[in-house]
């Protein structure tokens, strides 16, 4: 079992930045997962935004944050990143963190291939 609590989510004005937390609990063998970002917006199917491998080494992203968030994450705090920059209304979702504990494939970045999931975190920005 992994436990996992999104944080940071908030409300920003078009151009800003937001940084997004997951934090990570629950596993004996901890870490030992690749772990992704999400996000839905009203009306809409959940989206990949980025992932990144068990221990940081390989990230992924979605084409339409590619060069403004970056995923990170921190082993010794078991917390993962996400830092938005220039981020546009069409940012303005939920996201969600996820985990993958299926360490044989490569990045995964369907949400049906994650097992574990946060509760989401706010996320709006405003014109």
């Known amino acids: 079992q992994v436990q996992l609590e999104e944080s940071g989510g908030g409300l920003v004005q078009a151009g800003g930045s937001l940084r997004l937390s997951c934090a990570t609990s629950g596993r004996t063998f901890s870490n030992y997962y690749h772990m992704g970002w999400f996000r839905q917006a009203p009306g809409k199917e959940r989206e990949f935004v980025a992932a990144?491998?068990?221990?940081?080494?390989?990230?992924v992203y979605a084409d339409s944050v590619k060069g403004r968030f970056t995923i990170s994450r921190d082993n010794t705090k078991n917390t993962m990143y996400l830092q938005m920059n220039s981020l546009k209304p069409e940012d303005t979702a939920v996201y969600y963190c996820a985990a993958d504990l299926n360490l044989g494939r490569v990045l995964a970045t369907t949400s049906h291939e994650y097992e574990y999931w946060g509760q989401g975190t706010q996320v709006t920005v405003s014109s």
């Open positions: 990144i491998s068990w221990n940081g080494g390989y990230t």
